[in-house]
């Protein structure tokens, strides 16, 4: 039996409906939650997210502001633009658009943003939390992520897990995301030897590995919960980690690309933001 898609754009559509009566709640107090993005140079794709989040914050009422700034930024106007966001009362959530042109320190940059209005969750103060399974913000593709995975109402606690990618904005919030929810869960890597025998034990696989097809049918254990996060340019279309077509015969569920997990990443930072608000009037 072919698995249950699971829908990005549906799931997207009734949390930003609670968003934005969440919104409303706020207003009617006063605050208007506010998100800032910067983004530095040109990138075409980063340009298509940030106007994406800009549309986001309008369609749930939020207010947003967007801060170009040109490829030749510095260190210091990059970090004193994210200074000046952080004293700026109208402004609750704070992202700096990645990648950064590759002179600008990333890390530098990111930890210069007040943990609080931190809305991507990639502030040490939040990767720390993460890691702790303390309060703080989680970063939006892995939240996205875990919250389709709870959509298929599978008892996830001593499933075995398997993330494959160990970036710092998705392979590693997801694994500990998952750890949270008490799987058992294995990383792998480029490096990772006979990954198949680490995949086709896993009952809920998550793909961010950046390799158009990278994730075949042979891979996969039948029933498996089959989460896509990969973005990959090919022939012009935009193509997942997953060879969707032979996999979606073997899963239980599996994410589409486009359409799964890349539409939920900016409904979660629109809930990051909200989140950000409702806690200054606490
Ligand atoms: N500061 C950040 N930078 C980046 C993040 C991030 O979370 N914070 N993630 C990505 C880019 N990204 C958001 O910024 C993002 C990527 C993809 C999508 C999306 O909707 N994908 C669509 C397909 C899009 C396409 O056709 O290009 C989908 O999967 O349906 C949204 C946001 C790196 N940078």
């Not at 072919?2 to 549906?10: D, E, F, P, R, Y």
């Not at 943003?113 to 939006?140: Q, R, S, W, Y």
Request: charged share 20%; aromatic share 2%; proline share 4%.
């Amino acid at each position: 039996m072919s698995a249950q898609v699971l829908s990005g754009k549906t799931m997207s559509e009734s949390l930003r409906l609670e968003i934005a009566s969440r919104v409303t709640a706020l207003k009617e107090r006063g605050l208007t939650p506010g998100l800032a993005v910067i983004l530095v140079g040109n990138d075409p794709a980063s340009e298509i997210y940030v106007r994406n989040k800009g549309n986001g914050c309008t369609e749930v009422g939020m207010y947003s502001r967007t801060i170009n700034m040109p490829a030749e930024t510095t260190q210091e106007e990059l970090e004193a633009a994210i200074e000046e966001l952080n004293a700026d009362s109208a402004i609750h959530g704070i992202l700096v658009q990645l990648p950064l042109p590759k002179h600008l320190d990333e890390q530098a940059a990111l930890a210069k943003i007040l943990p609080e209005k931190d809305v991507d969750g990639f502030h040490l103060i939040n990767a720390g939390h993460m890691l702790t399974g303390t309060e703080g913000v989680v970063a939006c593709t892995p939240r996205g992520a875990l919250h389709m995975i709870k959509s298929t109402g599978v008892n996830l606690s001593g499933k075995e897990a398997v993330v494959i990618g160990r970036s710092n904005i998705v392979g590693k919030p997801m694994a500990m995301l998952l750890l949270k929810e008490n799987c058992t869960v294995a990383m792998c890597h480029s490096r990772t030897q006979n990954l198949a025998e680490h995949t086709r034990r896993a009952d809920i696989l998550v793909a961010a590995v950046g390799k158009a097809g990278f994730v075949t049918a042979d891979m996969v254990k039948p029933g498996a919960i089959v989460i896509d996060v990969g973005i990959n340019r090919v022939d012009g279309k935009v193509k997942g980690d997953v060879d969707y077509d032979a996999v979606k015969e073997v899963a239980g569920w599996i994410t589409p690309v486009p359409g799964g997990v890349g539409k939920m990443t900016i409904t979660m930072l629109l809930m990051n933001t909200v989140e950000a608000a409702e806690r200054m009037l606490k």
